[in-house]
């Protein structure tokens, strides 16, 4: 994803990550991944249950997902095919072409 950051701002959209880690291990993945877009801690796991993506194999985590929420906060599109299977940046821009 960091990759193709700048690609998916120049659609017009915002990458925002959300992991189950505690705040200070968020922003040590930040730092050792040199990540530019926002990445949440959510260890509750109240956006993650949300958006039904705790992982079926281990609730303590989030299987790889996407949704691409419009401004008015519907959902015009998500993954959540595969388990432990990140959704190709280039699905993502093709889809936010859609719109």
Request: proline fraction near 0%; charged fraction near 25%; glycine fraction near 8%.
């Given at each position: 994803m960091q990759q193709n950051?700048?690609?998916?701002?120049a659609a017009g959209a915002e990458l925002i990550a959300i992991s189950s880690d505690n705040a200070?291990?968020?922003?040590?993945t930040v730092q050792n991944h040199g990540l530019k877009f926002p990445v949440l801690a959510d260890t509750d796991k109240e956006a993650i249950t949300a958006y039904n993506?705790?992982?079926p194999g281990n609730n303590r985590?989030?299987?790889p997902a996407a949704y691409i929420v419009q401004q008015d906060g519907?959902?015009?599109w998500k993954s959540?095919?595969?388990?432990a299977v990140r959704v190709p940046t280039?699905?993502?821009l093709t889809e936010l072409g859609k719109l």
């Open positions: 950051y700048a690609k998916i701002q200070g291990d968020t922003r040590q993506v705790v992982d985590i989030a299987r519907t959902v015009a959540l095919n595969g388990v280039a699905e993502i």
